[in-house]
């Protein structure tokens, strides 16, 4: 469990504690539901779940998990973006292409040039999928939002 455990202040009393745990970690809800699903989130040395209402005095410890680290490489593969700003794009993805790494499609995928194209993609999908809010299969063409931080992912 992490080092520093949270001592919950009685004006934190009642709150939910994948709430809490968003206000004194630099972590989302989203990024948090699988230290939940792992039972990587312990209260009084006991696993709870995301909706636990946090007591007095609850010593909160957690654990985050380390992400495998995975070689994607950025490449430069032609991609129809249709729309651009500061937060997100949407790219017109064609049929036939990936649109992340997996068992047999590690490059040449829509991550690969999207990872090219962005400085930085939203984290909370992993290394694996940065950025992708959703996906569509290989052989169907159509628009894909992808988001470039975090807070646009989760809006």
């Not at 699903?37 to 998990?65: F, H, M, S």
């Not at 070689?71 to 129809?80: F, L, R, S, Y």
């Not at 040449?108 to 996906?135: E, M, Q, W």
Request: proline share 4%.
């Amino acid at each position: 469990m992490n080092q520093s455990p949270y001592i919950v202040q009685e004006t934190e009393q009642g709150n939910r504690i994948d709430k809490l745990l968003t206000t004194i970690t630099e972590y989302s809800r989203s990024q948090m539901k699988t230290w939940f699903d792992k039972n990587l989130v312990q209260v009084n040395g006991t696993a709870v779940k995301p909706n636990y209402k946090c007591q007095n005095e609850d010593r909160i410890e957690w654990e985050v998990p380390v992400v495998e680290a995975l070689d994607i490489v950025a490449k430069n593969i032609p991609i129809d973006i249709v729309y651009e700003d500061k937060d997100i794009l949407v790219v017109n993805k064609e049929s036939g292409m990936v649109v992340h790494p997996s068992a047999g499609h590690y490059d040449d995928t829509l991550v690969n040039a999207l990872l090219y194209h962005c400085d930085d993609l939203s984290g909370i999908n992993g290394v694996k999928r940065p950025g992708i809010v959703h996906r569509i299969d290989k052989d169907t063409s159509g628009l894909l939002v992808v988001a470039k931080n975090d807070l646009a992912h989760e809006g």
